[in-house]
């Protein structure tokens, strides 16, 4: 009984020395706690090529409306509807009979005005003749000579309306003014056709190359120019086409023109973009959207969308490793995005340590561990898209 009786003091002594230690020894061990880990970029200024994302629309390089020049029956419809034709190439012929009985016509006025012209130059010839035996008078000359100067003129009328008729005649073949592909015929095989008149007889448009036309604000454009960073004009203008679905457009474009003037309703500038169409895949019509480079800006800030969020006013911030590596936040200018990076025209300077990573763990002031995150991957499209989503909101 006296083992047992010492046996169990024992444990129980040895049950609150265990009690008493542990806490003592989970505190000490909390104490020694490391800092915080966090992922960090170092900022750098650098020269960005600054591009806006506009939305435009393709328009066909050139247009030709193809309507008849003399007015006839349509005997002949000799294309395939939305096929490809060539300039010179024949999309209709019209009823030539009575346009080659007006040619016959002058023809035949052509000859007997020339016979008249021979016939008035003999007359002149002989008059002068007897004017030289003092045979005829100077009156009797110079009326032959008249005689002789109405009948060329007459011919040169007759050779002008033969043109003239030969040229009606040519016009009831109605050829492609351009390289392009036909569209829809508007008239078919026995149709009345008249010239000049309202409504064409099919249209053709050159599909390579094609034109977008976009129009940028006007204000947009003088605050970049006015920006802190300095504008390169004379840069590649390359720029990237995105169809309706998002996906890239094979082919890059250039700025073709500008419109010099601004719209004083919409306040807005037209540009006109030009990109190759060897496919014919762009079509006009078409809704697509453009990256147009705007110029080289220079010692720009960009801070990964990773990295920056919102406060509860909806105002930019973002969390830099400061001096004693305690966390620092910064309220941020930012000028528009880049990708998926930000413009930031205050608030963060070169050699800031930008946190991107294990924000949810840290607060403002606690000291920290940076981490340089090395060879950062670009976010993709899709991912930088809904970072910019979720801090517009």
Do not use: C
């Not at 012209?117 to 002989?126: F, G, Q």
């Amino acid at each position: 009984m006296k083992i047992r009786s010492s046996t169990a003091r024992l444990a129980a002594v040895a049950v609150a020395a265990i009690m008493y230690v542990s806490p003592a020894s989970a505190q000490q061990a909390g104490g020694e706690q490391p800092p915080q880990a966090v992922t960090v970029i170092t900022l750098k200024a650098e020269d960005t090529t600054v591009t806006s994302t506009l939305p435009g629309r393709v328009t066909a390089s050139r247009v030709a409306e193809v309507r008849p020049q003399v007015n006839g029956i349509i005997t002949d419809r000799l294309f395939e509807e939305g096929s490809p034709v060539k300039a010179g190439d024949v999309l209709y012929k019209i009823d030539s009979a009575s346009y080659e009985a007006a040619v016959a016509a002058a023809n035949a006025s052509l000859a007997q005005a020339q016979a008249t012209l021979e016939s008035a130059e003999r007359e002149a010839k002989r008059q002068q003749t007897l004017l030289d035996r003092s045979v005829a008078s100077q009156q009797d000359v110079d009326n032959a000579d008249s005689t002789r100067q109405t009948a060329a003129a007459s011919v040169q009328v007759a050779e002008a309306n033969k043109l003239s008729a030969e040229i009606d005649l040519e016009r009831t073949t109605i050829r492609a003014p351009l390289d392009g592909v036909a569209g829809f015929s508007q008239v078919t095989e026995g149709s009345l056709v008249t010239s000049g008149q309202a409504t064409a007889l099919t249209t053709i448009r050159a599909l390579d190359p094609v034109y977008v036309d976009v129009t940028q604000s006007s204000a947009e454009m003088i605050r970049w120019r006015r920006s802190g960073g300095k504008v390169d004009e004379t840069m590649d203008q390359t720029v990237v086409l995105h169809l309706a679905d998002g996906s890239e457009y094979g082919e890059t474009g250039k700025l073709a023109a500008a419109e010099p003037h601004v719209n004083e309703l919409t306040g807005v500038v037209v540009l006109r973009l030009q990109f190759p169409n060897p496919d014919q895949f762009l079509l006009p019509g078409m809704y697509v959207q453009v990256e147009l480079p705007q110029g080289v800006l220079k010692n720009a800030i960009l801070a990964p969308q990773e990295g920056v969020t919102r406060d509860r006013r909806g105002r930019p911030v973002a969390m830099v490793v400061g001096a004693e590596n305690k966390v620092e936040e910064r309220e941020l200018t930012i000028r528009r995005d880049q990708g998926n990076k930000w413009i930031v025209s205050e608030g963060l300077s070169e050699g800031d340590k930008l946190i991107v990573g294990g924000l949810q763990k840290i607060q403002i002031g606690m000291t920290v561990t940076p981490e340089e995150r090395q060879d950062a991957p670009e976010a993709s499209d899709e991912a930088a898209a809904a970072e910019k989503s979720a801090a517009a909101e």
